[in-house]
């Protein structure tokens, strides 16, 4: 999970290569605690491989937190249940 903390932004973050399961999402974007304000942005997640998640992807920006944008996907493989 990326999650962010506080008034602290969250950028530049490259995931990749990755073979994921979760009993949940397998990558979740989102703020954690209602003291969440800060950004989230520039984002890469590739070549990643989801099996047997509930949810594949999980982008979830609370009400009141900071702003959540310019993430990219690419060569995504995700088998849910």
Not at 7 to 27: G, H, K, R, W, Y
Not at 30 to 38: L, M, V
Not at 39 to 64: H, K, L
Request: charged share 20%.
């Amino acid at each position: 999970a990326i999650v962010s903390h506080g008034p602290s932004s969250m950028f530049n973050i490259t995931v990749e290569n990755m073979d994921l399961q979760s009993t949940s999402a397998a990558i979740k974007v989102s703020a954690f605690d209602e003291d969440a304000s800060g950004n989230m942005y520039n984002m890469t997640f590739r070549d990643i491989r989801i099996t047997d998640s509930n949810r594949g992807i999980c982008v979830a920006p609370r009400w009141g937190s900071g702003i959540i944008s310019d993430i990219l996907f690419e060569q995504m493989n995700i088998e849910t249940r």
